[in-house]
């Protein structure tokens, strides 16, 4: 069965950095594009990012536009997020997401449990 | 941006009672209209694809439709893992992905 196990989160300060990561089993993770979608404290699901399925496509929502960064290593079946200059508002849990074609360009058929991430001073 | 709006945000029902959640586009995206399930602590859940088609797994009493700019989600008969937050999306604006702010269904 499809598994995706999110990792990396935690407390980190304004202005630093952070990586998840998103260990896939259970589906051939080279055919399918991948997204990050999170939610911050009493909202609701934003997207975040997406990449294809061999890694030349990345797209990303205004909101972290030029400083988060998805990236895959299809040996390793893992998805990843770079989150650089973080702020206050990123404080939310993240989740990964499988798309439904290698593009991204399609619904999310499975989904990680999520990992918080809280930036706070 | 595609804006995606739920009706209603709140919606307080009953086990076996017969639900609909509304989700309306600012613009035409055709199907491109998928439904999510999300329980508190839980991964999210895809219901619905394509604005009609059931995901794999997910009990028939949950059905879609819609095109164009309103879409519906129904549930026939609550069952008690009912109750939770559900989400429209859109990918019709790809790479541009929007979601509804959810409904959040409560147990009477």
């Known amino acids: 069965q499809v598994q995706l196990v999110e990792s990396g989160g935690g407390v980190v300060q304004p202005g630093r950095s952070l990586r998840l990561s998103c260990a896939a089993s259970g589906f051939t993770f080279s055919n399918y594009g991948m997204h990050w979608v999170r939610q911050a404290p009493g909202k609701g699901l934003e997207w975040v990012a997406v990449i294809s399925y061999e890694g030349s496509h990345k797209y990303y929502g205004d909101s972290v536009q030029g400083r988060f960064t998805i990236s895959r290593d299809n040996s390793q079946n893992t998805l990843y997020l770079q989150m650089d200059s973080l702020r206050v508002e990123d404080t939310a849990v993240y989740y990964c997401?499988?798309?439904?074609?290698?593009?991204?360009?399609?619904?999310?058929?499975?989904w990680g449990q999520g990992n918080l991430v809280t930036v706070s001073s | 941006d595609i804006q995606l709006t739920q009706s209603p945000s709140f919606l307080s029902a009953s086990v076996g009672d017969r639900v609909t959640i509304t989700c309306r586009a600012s613009q035409g995206i055709s199907n491109y209209l998928d439904w999510y399930q999300h329980r508190p602590g839980k991964a999210p859940r895809l219901l619905i694809y394509a604005a009609s088609t059931l995901h794999s797994g997910v009990p028939a009493r949950f059905s879609g439709s819609g095109s164009g700019t309103e879409f519906t989600l129904t549930i026939s008969r609550l069952q008690p893992e009912d109750f939770a937050t559900y989400y429209c999306q859109q990918v019709k604006s790809y790479p541009r992905i929007t979601t509804g702010q959810g409904t959040r269904l409560d147990i009477k």
């Open positions: 997401a499988k798309a439904g074609d290698s593009s991204g360009y399609s619904w999310f058929d499975f």
